[in-house]
């Protein structure tokens, strides 16, 4: 018996890793139900098919913003004729089937109204942002999530931050990642988009990053930052990394553009830490292990001639992004520039957008990325859902293509070009990917994710599917909603011509919307 059970273990952690995810906590469960509902897991998140599927109403999801985080979504309602939030709704993304009761919090009155939130579960810490002082300030609030009452462990119960030290201050978003709460400014002049950003410790009420004129920030880690550069005066497009550690820039990574650059942002995810305090119990069982981890980036450039807009969906690879920073950093004192070529084509990948189109600024998680598919090699499936997985490891073991009724997977492991529009400019693709898309068209405004779900926003509701398996020997109802279908109807493999993808909105009309809440 102890041989079984130690070839078990074994092999749960070797099809773990080959799934990019890591064993985080086992809920006493034995290594082979563990390794079982890993595989019945990976085979929902393979064929994006659903183990469950339920609704949450809402009254208007175009009047909340939301966040998703450590298997737990978490949404603010707008009140009545104001511009901000009063009340906060927590929902375990867990299926009843699964947890007989879930884990739910609300407070209907926070006590003022927000203009933003986010939220750190296992420190039970909430952080909802107030516009002061007729609009000259900019208070950040530490409170629990328990009691909503101001937290033990901060320094002070709020942070507040000035509008005549930051130049970009007309939108601020945040997003909680260990210790560190990012402050992201944001204005919009017509189709362009500036920024700046702020890092500081909630705990301490230290400022690990100063206000920095950036378009957008991602974390990278535990103690870097990913920084967005489009600003005007002379510097050119590019991603610096930076040390919250040692509070300095360790290198900035020059990006190919040769037209100017309207719009740079990234799609990212907040920190998922599941600790011991995180009520997500099922979802905490596996994590994505951080050596896979994606970013997208979008972009928005004009033409030569100034006359159009033309768009980039990027992804990069993350930490292989970092060990050519590191192994560049360790070669030189102080900052450093790494041209576009000595970095990129082998950490980054570059989608057409005839191919692929933005879904939603939370639609990452891992080594996965939610699009909509426009066309896939004129294999049938057009306007539909498709899900990018940029884990190597499956591919290096050896997955193929392959087609179903219901969906098809290619894996693109061959060198590409991509040309940035009408420039000279040919990029080279090297990182490998797996693309699935379903077949048929799906009603949703909008699709975000962790890392066992994908909601999708409604007018009226979100609609929550959950690939978590249950642990009971119980028959999964596999229904395809996320298709525009269920299993029992055999879909139009050929999707009719006027599909469009509308329910999506692209960046270009309705962006503001789709990029920070829906």
């Not at 599927?53 to 999801?61: A, E, G, R, V, Y």
């Not at 790494?338 to 957008?353: F, K, M, N, Q, Y």
């Not at 990182?431 to 994908?454: S, W």
């Amino acid at each position: 018996m102890q041989i079984v059970d130690s070839s078990a273990e074994i092999r749960l952690h070797i099809e773990l890793a080959v799934d990019g995810l890591l064993l985080n906590n086992r809920g006493g469960l034995p290594a082979n139900k563990l390794l079982e509902l890993a595989q019945t897991m990976r085979k929902a998140w393979e064929e994006i098919d659903p183990l469950w599927t339920w609704t949450l109403p809402c009254d208007n999801t175009r009047r909340t913003t939301y966040e998703i985080s450590d298997g737990i979504l978490a949404y603010m309602v707008e009140k009545d004729n104001s511009e901000g939030f009063q009340r906060i709704i927590y929902h375990e993304l867990v299926p009843s089937q699964v947890k007989k009761e879930r884990w739910e919090q609300e407070w209907k009155d926070i006590g003022f109204v927000a203009t933003d939130f986010s939220y750190n579960l296992h420190d039970d810490v909430q952080i909802f942002m107030e516009l002061r002082d007729n609009g000259n300030v900019r208070r950040m609030h530490f409170l629990t999530i328990s009691t909503n009452q101001p937290h033990p462990r901060a320094y002070k119960p709020y942070f507040d931050v000035c509008k005549d030290v930051c130049p970009v201050w007309e939108e601020c978003k945040t997003i909680a990642y260990d210790n560190y709460i990012a402050m992201l400014f944001l204005e919009w002049r017509g189709l362009n988009r500036s920024g700046g950003a702020m890092v500081i410790d909630w705990r301490t009420a230290s400022v690990v990053l100063p206000y920095t004129r950036v378009t957008d920030l991602a974390f990278a880690s535990k103690d870097t930052v990913i920084l967005m550069y489009n600003e005007e005066g002379g510097i050119r497009p590019a991603l610096g990394l930076y040390s919250l550690a040692e509070s300095r820039l360790l290198c900035r990574c020059v990006l190919p553009f040769l037209t100017r650059v309207m719009i740079a942002l990234f799609l990212t995810n907040a920190a998922s830490k599941f600790g011991e305090n995180c009520p997500a119990t099922h979802a905490k069982r596996f994590i994505a292990d951080p050596g896979v981890r994606i970013l997208g980036m979008i972009f928005h450039r004009t033409s030569f001639d100034g006359a159009i807009i033309e768009r980039d969906l990027v992804v990069l690879s993350v930490q292989p992004f970092l060990r050519i920073c590191a192994r560049h950093s360790s070669q030189h004192l102080g900052e450093t520039t790494i041209e576009w070529d000595d970095w990129g084509p082998t950490v980054t990948r570059w989608l057409p957008s005839t191919n692929f189109n933005y879904i939603g600024f939370r639609s990452t998680f891992g080594s996965r990325m939610l699009v909509v598919m426009t066309d896939l090699e004129h294999s049938g499936v057009a306007n539909s859902l498709g899900m990018l997985d940029f884990n190597p490891r499956p591919i290096l073991k050896g997955y193929k293509d392959k087609v179903s009724q219901h969906w098809v997977t290619k894996v693109l492991t061959e060198p590409s070009e991509y040309r940035l529009g009408q420039s000279e400019k040919v990029i080279e693709n090297r990182l490998p990917v797996r693309v699935t898309a379903l077949r048929g068209t799906i009603p949703f405004r909008g699709l975000f994710m962790d890392g066992t779900t994908i909601v999708g926003s409604m007018l009226d509701s979100y609609r929550i599917f959950s690939f978590l398996p249950s642990i009971e020997d119980v028959d999964h109802p596999h229904q395809r909603h996320l298709g525009g279908y269920y299993e029992s109807i055999v879909p139009d493999l050929e999707p009719e011509s006027e599909a469009t993808s509308e329910a999506f909105p692209s960046p270009s009309g309705d962006y503001e919307e789709g990029s920070w809440s829906e």
